[in-house]
T-cell receptor, first 111, second 117 residues
Framework: GIQVEQSPPDLILQEGANSTLRCNFS?????LQWFHQNPWGQLINLFY???GTKQNGRLSATTVATERYSLLYISSSQTTDSGVYFC?????????????FGKGTRLSVIA | GAVVSQHPSWVICKSGTSVKIECRSL??????MFWYRQFPKQSLMLMAT?????????EQGVEKDKFLINHASLTLSTLTVTSAHPEDSSFYIC?????????????FGNGTRLTVT
């Protein structure tokens, strides 16, 4: 099946710093989502971005589908950004198929 | 729109008992729902695909007789953990999307944290 690799696995930032999280995938996809899982386990959908670039406040994401990677940018990080960031994809194909998750990037933002 | 509601948020049960978790699509119909499991410090792993009006399909290594899935309506899927044991303690989370194509985002419930004592 499709492989999803995220880097770095762990990241510690000083508040106010910027960061880039990367997601590589091994096959073509028709769905890619970035999530933030907060300390209570809640999965917050950040972006649905199978291709192109999107921005939402301090967060932005870019997916280059032809090169099989996606990037999540966090600018001016805040302590509330701490948590685990997951990239998840659905391989190209027909039907209603599930997302395959990467192992995540664990982000700690310190004041 | 596209809200998935999951209940309960957390449950503690004794070893040997059964626990039912409900997953509802509040403002859309879902012929398919997906159940994931997440152990501490790990990623989300697909357990099973729930199909309205037909049998669920389970991923390799998931015991279908232990994790009973019932998708009785277009807005409700239930996961019952039967004869729960401490190793079943985990975070269970369901998801669904609007429509029947993968070309739309998957929406997740808030999850159920199960602790088996």
């Amino acid at each position: 099946g499709i492989q999803v690799e995220q880097s770095p696995p762990d990241l510690i930032l000083q508040e106010g710093a910027n960061s880039t999280l990367r997601c590589n995938f091994s096959d073509s996809v028709n769905n890619l989502q970035w999530f933030h899982q907060n300390p209570w386990g809640q999965l917050i959908n950040l972006f649905y971005i199978p291709s192109g670039t999107k921005q939402n406040g301090r967060l932005s994401a870019t997916t280059v589908a032809t090169e099989r990677y996606s990037l999540l940018y966090i600018s001016s990080s805040q302590t509330t950004d701490s948590g685990v960031y997951f990239c998840a994809v659905t391989p190209t194909g027909s039907g209603n198929t599930p997302l395959v998750f990467g192992k995540g990037t664990r982000l700690s933002v310190i004041a | 729109g596209a809200v998935v509601s999951q209940h309960p948020s957390w449950v503690i049960c004794k070893s040997g008992t059964s626990v039912k978790i409900e997953c509802r699509s509040l403002d859309f119909q879902a012929t398919t729902m997906f159940w994931y499991r997440q152990f501490p410090k790990q990623s989300l792993m697909l357990m099973a695909t729930s199909n309205e009006g037909s049998k669920a399909t389970y991923e390799q290594g998931v015991e279908k007789d232990k994790f009973l899935i019932n998708h009785a309506s277009l807005t409700l899927s239930t996961l019952t953990v039967t004869s729960a044991h401490p190793e079943d303690s985990s975070f269970y989370i369901c998801s669904a999307r609007v429509g029947d194509s993968s070309n739309s985002p998957l929406h997740f419930g808030n999850g159920t944290r199960l602790t088996v004592t």
